[in-house]
């Protein structure tokens, strides 16, 4: 006998479902953007901020107002954190995922739009800063929600594989800032680069954040958080309940990830600096810099980029084998010892000696951040998810990511790259301390983690 039409209205509604390879796309595409545009503002602060929004008078004043907004960012991150982990956990983790990448892409836009400091004075230096803020509210709220989006959506037994697609976003984001910056200097030269041309990587920026919202826009919201929904346990301020119910966890997360932070920014801000500084000696007899040309370490560091792409997904896959704690312990462990190579690759290195410092040191890298999309979420209940998991990764980032490179100067000049190696493996001790306290999650089911 077949079912009547009112039998058939009374069947059960079946909630939409993502498809793996949407989650993967809308995951990794929204990342990518983010850290396109944040590190096109890095490289546009070291080489033309300094004279198209500060006075001339005094250029290397003008360089350290230049680079000194960087900071805005990390200082802003914890901010993008608290905002867009309450709506996340709210009103839901798509239209929060999508607030954060306008914030980000509009903030963009806006600096490659700015006027120069020749013609609206210091407004120009202000505007510059506010959209800086800008930048490091939405990286924020981003990496948390696609962190979500991919590991809530995820098969069963691959959150890690599928929490890698957001981490891949930065290596591609760290490639396609570097490769638009050396392609344009190639086709206009330097001059015209400092001009003008360092506003076309901004001002590109709104094509691709037109993309990134129409994949955006057309997701569905994770189940676990419709089963929240449907619960009555969505809360009133899920960040201040993360503070007061899960701020150990906060603590542990955070320093899970500080050492990826170090290590990341050791490579790509000091050994920069140290590689393309000429060669020279401090007051305690220790060289402080390569001379190798900006083009060559700019090549180095897109290789580096691939290498720490691919890892990123191997790391994903091994996490999801071995498991999260085991998986991190050991690279942690290979991270320290990394840190006792860099006298030996660097002290007097050459193109040759600086490119496999940073391959093996992208290959780690992306065998420590690969898991982090599916570890951090899952110290947490989903009613507190986005913000709890954003809270850690970006509170780490503080010290993790604005400290190193000023810290990492100062002891080369004191007791030489040992003396770096040593503060890297410092570092990496207190990640083992916090992978050593914590339990192994990746065969716990997301609606019961955290609790």
């Known amino acids: 006998m077949s079912a009547s039409p009112a039998s058939a209205a009374d069947a059960p509604h079946t909630p939409p479902r993502n498809s793996p390879q949407k989650v993967a796309v809308a995951s990794l ?13 890095a490289a546009a602060a070291v080489l033309v901020f300094n004279s198209q929004f500060f006075p001339k008078g005094d250029p290397a004043v003008a360089t350290l107002l230049s680079l000194s907004t960087l900071a805005l960012a990390f200082l802003a991150r914890p901010i993008g954190s608290a905002l867009f982990g309450h709506f996340g956990d709210r009103i839901g ?26 013609q609206i004075g210091l407004a120009a230096p202000l505007l510059l800063c506010v959209f800086r803020i800008g930048q490091g509210i939405g990286l924020g709220g981003e990496w948390g929600g696609a962190a979500l989006v991919a590991t809530e959506n995820a098969p069963a037994g691959k959150r890690g594989w599928f929490g ?12 396609a800032a570097n490769g638009v910056f050396f392609i344009i200097t190639a086709l206009i030269g330097p001059d015209a680069m400092i001009a003008w041309g360092w506003r076309i990587p901004f001002v590109l920026s709104i094509v691709l954040v037109a993309v990134g919202l129409y994949v955006r826009l057309t997701l569905h919201e994770s189940l676990v958080f419709q089963d929240v929904e449907k619960s009555g346990r969505k809360l009133a301020a899920p960040v201040s309940a993360v503070f007061t119910q899960h701020g150990g966890k906060v603590l542990q997360g955070a320093l899970i990830m500080t050492t990826t932070y170090v290590l990341f920014y050791l490579m790509t801000a ?9 060669a020279g000696v401090s007051a305690a007899g220790h060289p402080t810099g390569l001379g190798i040309p900006a083009n060559t370490f700019t090549g180095i560091l897109l290789i580096g980029a ?3 792409g691919i890892f990123c997904m191997v790391a994903g896959h091994q996490a999801d084998r071995w498991g999260r704690r085991r998986w991190m312990m050991v690279v942690t462990v290979g991270i320290m010892a990394f840190g006792a190579l860099m006298p030996a690759l ?7 000696s600086v490119l496999l410092f ?9 065998c420590t951040f690969g898991p982090m999309a599916a570890l951090l979420p899952e110290l947490f209940p989903t009613e507190v998810r986005y913000s709890g998991a954003s809270m850690a990764y970006n509170l780490s980032s503080i010290v993790g990511a604005s400290l190193p490179t000023l810290i990492a100067i100062d002891l080369n000049k004191a007791y030489g790259l040992g003396g770096v190696g040593l503060y890297l493996a410092a570092n990496g001790l207190f990640t083992l301390a916090a992978l050593w306290t914590s339990r192994e999650t990746s065969q716990i089911d997301l609606a019961d983690a955290g609790r």
């Not at 990518?32 to 590190?39: C, K, L, M, S």
């Not at 929060?96 to 006027?115: Q, R």
């Not at 890698?164 to 290596?171: N, R, T």
């Open 270 to 278: 000091f050994v920069q600096v140290y590689s393309k500084s000429p």
């Open 346 to 352: 660097l002290t007097h290195g050459t193109p040759g």
């Open 306 to 308: 691939i290498v720490f």
């Open 358 to 366: 940073i391959v093996i040191g992208m290959a780690l890298m992306g």
């Open 93 to 118: 983790r798509k239209q929060t995922l999508v607030a954060s990448l306008l914030t980000m892409g509009l903030s963009t836009v806006a600096i490659g739009l700015l006027p120069s400091y020749e």
């Open 164 to 175: 890698s697609f957001p981490q891949l976003g930065a290596p591609i984001g760290l490639f």
């Open 29 to 41: 595409i929204g990342t990518a953007i983010e850290f396109y545009d944040y590190y096109i503002y």
